[in-house]
């Protein structure tokens, strides 16, 4: 008896290793990324605990619009995948300008929130005053940088489309070289200078004062601005993007194009924003049952979203090769390079729990000594290792329909699963449990939830992505148009 039925089995042999050399960079660049934040949290600790907590709840502002615009413009990415494997290759400049376009104003909007939205948001939280005021200094520099990263996020789109994901990689990396000692200068100041080079420092340079968060955030604005002043320049002079001189000319605003890119791009937006809302909400729900669990939580949902960027590049590199294949009218090819995604991404889900359950304990000691925070830490991680295979599938999955162009579905099945199944259902079981069969469960209710959302999420997913490729492989083929006069543009 065969495991797998031929055709997918050769599609297998072929797509496998294409889709993993995509997917590993787009992981470096997501990995980089994170980093930037977690040096933001660990050297602003080092100055104060206020400095700390201001830019731990500023960034629970401005991320969230990054994640946003990120989603957005990821609707570029299916376009332009469609376009080169169409060998419309005419249509992508005009595309990527509108995806521009849109990033920019995308980008002031956000700037113009973060600087004057703020304080009314710190006091409906009741954030303590010196860390209200210091995160409005934190967040109104951040702000600077949001429509440099706009542009980056743009173009990183395109680049993905075009089956090049390296550059997000290196120029993440060079955006965490720049981040590192921005910081140190300017969070510590001429102070932090003289401790580390002592008597060679400049006088000039140890005469600077020290901002703290204030200074993280000029320190991320600028990280943002090279990123993405690096992939203009890259975009401009590399020859791996063929005959598209992407910066020729400029086209005008379309509206046409901008709303094939609104269209796509807006639902992924919008449910990336749900998942991260799902997050804070629940985070929120758990810091009133004490300080051990809020602990632990932190650090089991820390250290698994490590291990989530894999099959989240994995979704992402499954959008172009999909969106590749359904541009040159391989209708077939592409419902089987959509499923053998979803293989890969259950052995990335396995690859995952193994390296859960033999690294947690030692990994979780790295981040408290703590033995109640430890104990409590590692049985979270135990529920965490149910929901890899669910939670690299739906994503897989997400990515796969995004190929397909098909995102106002993924919009409402995440809003169902994320915030009435694993939000509503977890909080149901963490505070009332379920009447008098289960007490009221806790943490545990809550991360049951997540483990009940992703599922939930993984067979819609799956049952769209079926009837989808389905109905696209063997429905009528829609034929490869040639370029229009607009595109040529």
């Not at 933001?40 to 401005?62: C, E, K, N, P």
């Not at 290792?385 to 999955?397: G, K, R």
Request: charged share 10%; proline share 5%; glycine share 10%.
């Amino acid at each position: 008896m065969r495991l797998l039925p031929s055709p997918l089995l050769s599609t297998s042999r072929r797509e496998t290793w294409p889709l993993i050399r995509l997917a590993l960079p787009i992981c470096g660049a997501q990995l980089a990324q994170a980093g930037m934040s977690v040096v933001d949290i660990m050297m602003t600790g080092r100055q104060s605990a206020t400095d700390l907590a201001a830019v731990s709840v500023g960034a629970s502002l401005w991320l969230p619009l990054m994640l946003f615009m990120t989603g957005t413009l990821m609707g570029l990415t299916p376009i332009v995948a469609h376009l080169l494997g169409g060998g419309r290759r005419a249509g992508i400049r005009p595309s990527v300008h509108q995806a521009l376009w849109i990033g920019l104003v995308m980008g002031m909007i956000a700037a113009l929130l973060l600087s004057v939205a703020v304080d009314p948001v710190f006091a409906l939280m009741e954030v303590p005053a010196p860390v209200a005021s210091r995160a409005s200094d934190y967040v109104g520099a951040v702000a600077f940088g949001m429509p440099g990263i706009a542009i980056f996020l743009a173009l990183r789109a395109f680049s993905d489309g075009m089956n090049h994901t390296r550059p997000s990689l290196w120029i993440s990396l060079v955006g965490l070289g720049v981040n590192i000692p921005c910081n140190y200068l300017l969070i510590y100041g001429g102070d932090g200078l003289v401790e580390l080079l002592g008597a060679a420092t400049p006088d000039w340079l140890a005469q600077m004062p020290a901002l703290g968060a204030f200074g993280c955030g000029i320190a991320t604005a600028i990280s943002m601005w090279v990123m993405s002043l690096a992939m203009i320049l890259y975009t401009q002079r590399s020859r791996a993007y063929g005959d598209i001189d992407l910066w020729h000319s400029a086209s005008r605003p379309t509206a046409k194009l901008m709303g094939e890119l609104l269209y796509v791009g807006l639902p992924i937006g919008v449910a990336i924003f749900v998942e991260v809302t799902l997050f804070t909400l629940i985070a929120l729900f758990v810091a009133s049952l004490g300080e051990t669990v809020v602990a632990a939580h932190q650090v089991a949902l820390n250290y698994t979203s490590v291990l989530f960027m894999l099959p989240l590049s994995l979704g992402m590199a499954l959008t172009v090769r999909v969106g590749n294949t359904l541009g040159s009218g391989n209708l077939e090819r592409a419902r089987l390079v959509a499923w053998n995604g979803i293989l890969v991404a259950v052995a990335v889900a396995v690859f995952n729990s193994l390296v859960l359950w033999s690294t947690a304990e030692p990994v979780v000691a790295l981040y408290t000594h703590n033995p109640e925070v430890q104990a409590l830490t590692l049985s979270l991680v135990g529920l965490a290792m149910l929901y890899q295979v669910s939670d690299s599938v739906q994503v897989a999955l997400a990515g796969a329909l995004r190929g397909y162009k098909d995102t106002r579905v993924i919009m409402v099945i995440t809003l169902l699963s994320y915030w009435l199944v694993g939000l509503g259902g977890g909080h149901w079981l963490g505070e009332y449990g379920l009447g008098t069969w289960v007490e009221p469960m806790g943490v545990y209710g809550y991360w049951s939830g997540l483990i009940a959302g992703l599922t939930v999420a993984a067979v819609l997913l799956g049952e769209r992505l079926r009837r989808r490729s389905k109905d696209t492989a063997w429905g009528k083929p829609r034929p490869v148009q040639a370029p229009t006069d607009r595109e040529r543009q």
